[in-house]
């Protein structure tokens, strides 16, 4: 016959679909209980959550069930000892001895037929909450993704420590759009909260820049909200202006330049430029001159009047033209972690 241990150990195992890990505790209890009991501490894998962990009070083969009175004095006798969540496992139970322990509140295992462990649900609940809410996520908010790529682009290492402050960087989103982005961040496992010295709340990347951006690549959306024809611009090197789309690619790239240039502008820096007359706005295909991109924020790097290596790849790469599928080849080339 299996060990009791193990069967509550497989029993556990089978209902949650986990694979759990037991080992012998010594802890410092009176001898009574070492006389009627083998006590096991359990690690119960919870997700992305920290493992739970619970000592089992484990009856001896020639101990039977000593009452709920005793149990309720051993069970107190080991928490205090271990200050741990406490699960008695028990071969034979009775429908009468299990339904004192429910109403008692006894965490206790009897395997192949019920547990009862309160601590455990409360975990499952969260990690299945956390779970779903990163499985909600569809795609990482703009602002989400600009501070992503914005770090990469730094270069801080995986195993750096940083602030949300550091995350936000020069962007100049406000504390609630920080904290979207932080959260959502935080649910797809691409930075991870980290204890340090400091007094504000710490993260790290999951990864080196190569490992996170592949793990988020999947939440990353083409910056470009809308595409506009419009006269030629006269002021090209606006502050907020770029080159974008295929005139950037080719500035970067052996791709030849498009006859009609293309530029890329957020929503506010676009009516700032047709505030001062930079442009007009055509809607006849016959009459536009070049483009404007309207993005979702504006080029993350120095090279301000190109548009970023990352963004512009978001931007192009499902253009079905096999020329810029080509060149988006070589312009992953340029930075390590695109690659």
């Not at 000592?55 to 009175?69: F, K, N, Q, S």
């Amino acid at each position: 016959m299996p060990n009791l241990q193990d069967e509550a150990k497989a029993y556990i195992e089978s209902v949650l679909g986990v694979t759990a890990r037991l080992e012998l505790a010594h802890p410092s209890v009176p001898f009574n209980i070492r006389d009627n009991y083998k006590t096991y501490e359990l690690s119960i894998p919870m997700g992305h959550l920290s493992a739970l962990t619970m000592m089992l009070l484990v009856t001896r083969d020639d101990v039977d069930y000593p009452g709920i009175v005793k149990l309720q004095k051993h069970v107190e006798l080991v928490r205090k000892a271990t200050n741990q969540v406490i699960a008695f496992v028990c071969r034979s139970l009775t429908i009468q001895d299990r339904r004192s322990l429910i109403t008692h509140q006894i965490n206790f295992i009897q395997p192949g037929f019920q547990m009862f462990i309160p601590e455990m649900a409360l975990d499952l609940r969260e990690s299945f909450r956390q779970r779903r809410e990163r499985s909600e996520v569809i795609a990482l908010l703009p602002a989400a993704q600009a501070m992503l790529l914005s770090c990469l682009y730094a270069g801080i290492p995986d195993k750096t420590y940083f602030t949300t402050n550091a995350l936000l960087g020069d962007l100049g989103y406000s504390r609630v759009t920080l904290s979207k982005a932080v959260e959502q961040l935080t649910s797809l496992e691409v930075i991870i909260p980290v204890k340090s010295q400091l007094h504000w709340r710490t993260y790290a990347f999951s990864g080196s820049p190569s490992e996170v951006f592949r793990k988020a690549k999947q939440y990353l959306r083409s910056p470009v909200k809308k595409r506009v024809g419009i006269t030629r611009n006269t002021i090209p090197m606006a502050p907020g202006v770029c080159l974008a789309g295929e005139t950037a690619l080719a500035k970067c790239t052996m791709l030849a330049e498009p006859e009609q240039a293309v530029w890329g502008m957020t929503k506010k820096v676009f009516d700032d430029m047709l505030a001062l007359d930079a442009f007009e706005v055509v809607e006849s295909v016959d009459a536009i001159k070049e483009w404007v991109e309207i993005w979702a924020y504006p080029s993350l790097t120095e090279r301000r009047y190109i548009a970023d290596a990352a963004s512009l790849l978001l931007s192009l790469e499902d253009n079905p033209d096999e020329r810029i599928q080509i060149a988006l080849d070589e312009l992953k080339e340029q930075v390590e972690w695109l690659a």
